[in-house]
């Protein structure tokens, strides 16, 4: 009898899975599944502890659908990659395993190790790969010259034309194989302890529910609401998606199901909703024709030369939530407490760390990535280098978000900022942006720092210090 492998990484569903529809095929191979946790891997990579427990929760959920279908899940804990590949070689000599059914994930580390696990067994088990994770594989979108896009607006033209080219359709999950098998209880993690939080309840079918619940309800809304962050306007599916409880082929199609004529109307919330989805396969097919952005080297050369601050203590008021500006404060608890943040405020705290207090971006990359439930190596590379100039940003580094006045636009009745900063609680709308100036009119003292730098000086300071970079020296 064969016997095939379904190594699961970062695609923890059985619905829609390349890897595991394609282990299944055949209907006379026995077929085992498997999950390595690497959690030396995660420490460096900083893994936020919320998102381990996550994939811990999720991964439970796989099991658990697994075995209703009569298939194994081996659960096998170790500290990194290499260690990884030595127990997994050894795993399909021992199952006398004749084939090998695995994701392509991206990233460099990843790609490299697999790389190793090819050569390793070679000549004994067939190994069969897929890419998964995108509607579209990396390389497959390029310009006439036969290179990566720089930037995204004519990426997002030629993805288009090419997913109106594609089949894109979403595989069942897989029939079952035999009896219902008993569960083992995969072991914590050997990282730290974390809750999730009741708004990110495992399992794919809560993911899809949600996924369903967005296309029907919210998406025609997404193009107004989705920069306002004390609306619930954007679908949050980013945890779902980053470790792949749910694939974009489902967000996708669901959205298709829902808009039909979504490709030939760009004004709609579905197109925009669409957009940010093709965002997200921007930044990672940038990544695998780019490399060295895994190794956080940035897009534009240049900006390493640019003089960063070593303010350590600056770096914590922004991590806490202490900057003295409200939007930045606010959207900083948010993510301290919840893991997520909304988008319009990533990218105005990130604007705040790196051209208001001239901190490397590289900092507040890695902070994120410590605190994300939904890290993603790409999209917060991408986030953040678009955030510093170094990236793919089609505007110039001169272009600086005004703190105070991305918060009036963006929460201008300042609810958002009041839910997150209970001690603004009694300013009223007109100042919730500047608090200070409130309470000196009326003579209160706050309990609430003052800003830690001012906007102007360091908007000027932050342009120099870019001239002087590009310049050279
Ligand atoms: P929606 O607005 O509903 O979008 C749908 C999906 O599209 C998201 O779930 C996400 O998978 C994808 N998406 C949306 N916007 C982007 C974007 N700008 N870039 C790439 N993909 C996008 N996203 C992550 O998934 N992980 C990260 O680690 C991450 N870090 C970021 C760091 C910075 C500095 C910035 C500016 C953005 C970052 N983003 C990241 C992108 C974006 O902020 C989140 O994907 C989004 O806020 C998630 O909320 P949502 O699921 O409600 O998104």
């Not at 030396?40 to 099991?63: C, D, K, S, T, Y």
């Not at 609401?225 to 998606?241: E, H, K, N, V, W």
């Not at 001239?358 to 955030?387: C, K, P, T, V």
């Not at 510093?388 to 600086?400: E, L, V």
């Amino acid at each position: 009898m064969t016997t095939h492998v379904i190594w699961l990484r970062n695609d923890l569903r059985i619905t829609d899975n390349k890897a595991l529809h394609a282990a299944c095929s055949d209907a006379d191979a026995k077929v085992v599944a498997v999950f390595i946790a690497t959690p030396g891997q995660w420490r460096q990579h900083e893994m936020a502890p919320r998102q381990a427990a996550f994939i811990h929760a999720n991964l439970l959920q796989v099991q658990q659908a697994l075995a209703a279908r009569g298939i194994e899940l081996v659960y096998h804990q170790c500290n990194d990659f290499a260690d990884s590949l030595t127990w997994l070689v050894d795993f399909c000599q021992q199952r006398q395993v004749t084939a090998l059914f695995y994701n392509r994930q991206y990233e460099i580390n990843e790609r490299q190790r697999d790389a190793q696990l090819e050569q390793q067994l070679a000549g004994k088990v067939v190994c069969h790969s897929f890419d998964d994770s995108l509607l579209l594989p990396p390389g497959s979108v390029l310009t006439g010259n036969g290179e990566m896009f720089k930037v995204y607006t004519p990426f997002r033209r030629a993805f288009i034309q090419r997913l109106m080219e594609s089949d894109v359709r979403s595989l069942p999950a897989p029939p079952a194989r035999g009896d219902v098998l008993p569960l083992a209880e995969p072991e914590k993690f050997n990282y730290p302890q974390a809750e999730v939080g009741a708004a990110y309840p495992a399992g794919e079918e809560a993911a899809l529910q949600r996924l369903r619940a967005f296309c029907r309800e919210q998406v025609q809304d997404y193009a107004k609401q989705r920069d306002l962050p004390a609306i619930a306007g954007t679908s949050s599916l980013s945890p779902y998606l980053a470790i792949g409880v749910l694939s974009p082929r489902q967000c996708f199609n669901r959205l298709r199901a829902e808009c039909p004529e979504v490709l030939e109307n760009p004004e709609s919330g579905a197109f925009c909703w669409l957009n940010e989805l093709i965002w997200r396969e921007f930044y990672r097919h940038l990544m695998v024709a780019h490399p060295a952005l895994c190794k956080h080297r940035p897009f534009i050369e240049w900006t390493d030369r640019v003089t960063w601050k070593a303010d350590d203590k600056a770096l914590l008021a922004w991590q806490q939530g202490r900057t003295g500006y409200p939007i930045v404060d606010a959207a900083m608890r948010q993510l301290n407490q919840t893991g997520w943040m909304h988008n319009r405020l990533r990218m105005i705290s990130a604007s705040f760390l790196v051209k208001d207090l001239l901190i490397d971006w590289r900092a507040g990359e890695r902070y994120f990535m410590s605190q994300l439930l939904d890290g993603d190596l790409a999209a917060n590379n991408g986030g953040w280098q678009w955030a510093a100039s170094t990236g793919t940003d089609a505007a110039p580094y001169f272009r600086i978000f005004n703190p105070t006045t991305q918060g009036e636009r963006f929460d201008p009745q300042g609810t958002f900022i009041r839910k997150w900063l209970p001690e603004l609680a009694g300013v009223p709308d007109n100042d919730i942006h500047q608090p200070h100036r409130w309470a000196e009119k009326q003579q209160r003292a706050l309990d609430y720092p003052q800003p830690i730098v001012d906007h102007k000086q360091a908007r000027l300071d932050t342009l120099a210090a870019f001239e002087a970079a590009k310049r050279g020296g």
